[in-house]
């Protein structure tokens, strides 16, 4: 079935369902040589999991990987690696009531409208337990650019009307300080106890996640249709629950006049180039300027509510549908590996595509 992968040189293919037998994902295009740190790789997995804090999903999966192929005596060998992710708390009777029915606003409908069947179980292949699989992809890219000397850090920037502004100063050292991953710790008891007083109502709300890459080499990206921000973009929109995206100065640059927005280019005393300030968010034409690339992506309030709602079902018929199961109230704090790990590939992907132009 076509649209599992991602990726035109270091490509990506993830496999498996929610309550199957496991996930994984196939990592085509790594360059042998790279040492693999599996402790890194787990930690990552650990940020993601879910039943990590009492404002997430309580479902208990330690999220253990399995490296199949593609490395030996931890280096990568230039051949396909396969990664393994077992499921092990899955409850799927908690989702046999929703068998010939709708979720609002889930891929329930449009799966069955496409495929003519589909696994019901947690969402099968439509669920965000998919993302873990990117993640420990994420990882491997990760490791890459730690070679290279890029950095990337996302936090939770926003819970519903709870953002971050010039008030609360930001601090990279406090993210993971904290259950939201919010950058300061103020504002984070602030958004926990607003996620803790939404999901007691039975209801979920959505947030903002800003990413920050640091370090990514001048001419990274390709003009028209492969722009570097267009593939983070459709990066993140391939993320579950994501309903926006925008880099740079984003959606603010229509209140701006050229004479504000333009970023004006400076030369320092070593020949380097870079410009006063950086509304383009690092990248210009598509292409990376050397500058610091930012974009932030907006996640919807999670689906599945503790509430009857209304719907149909298989048959076309109206039905109250009821939330059972084990649900995020609120799906930032556990996507920021995620954006993370979307946005390492991307790079990755960009860069070694880059290499191959320069040959």
Known sequence: ???????????????????????????????SGLVIDEHFIQSELDRRKPGQSKIVTQRKEADQFEIVSGVFEGITTGTPICILIKNKDQKSKDYSHIKDQFRPSHADYTYTQKYGHRDYRGGGRSSAR?????????????????????AIHAYVSQVG????????????????????????????????????????????????????????????????????????????????????????????????????????????????????????????GGISNGMEIYFNVAFKPVATIMRNQDSINTSGEQVEVSGKGRHDPCVVPRAVPIVEAMAALTLVDHILRARLDNV
């Open 1 to 31: 079935m076509a649209g599992n992968s991602l990726g035109q040189v270091f490509r990506i293919h993830t496999f498996g369902e929610s309550h199957g037998h496991s996930i994984g994902v196939v990592i085509d295009g790594c360059p």
């Open 130 to 150: 998919e993302t873990a699989a990117r993640v420990a992809a994420g990882a491997i890219a990760k490791l890459f650019l730690n070679a290279q000397k890029v």
């Open 161 to 284: 009307s709870i953002a971050l502004n010039d008030n609360y100063p930001i601090s990279i050292a406090e993210i993971e300080n904290n259950i939201v991953r919010c950058p300061n710790a103020k504002l984070a008891e602030e958004m926990v106890q607003h996620i803790q007083e939404v999901k007691k109502n039975g209801d979920t709300i959505g947030g903002k996640i800003h990413c920050s890459i640091i370090g990514c080499p001048i001419g990274i990206g390709a003009p028209v249709f492969d722009k570097l921000h267009a593939d983070l973009g459709k990066a993140m929109l391939s993320i579950n629950a994501v309903k926006g995206f925008e880099y740079g100065s984003g959606f603010d640059a229509v209140t701006m006049k050229g004479s504000q927005h333009n970023d004006l280019f400076v030369a320092d005393q070593e020949g380097g180039v870079s410009t006063k300030s950086n509304f383009s968010g690092g990248i210009q």
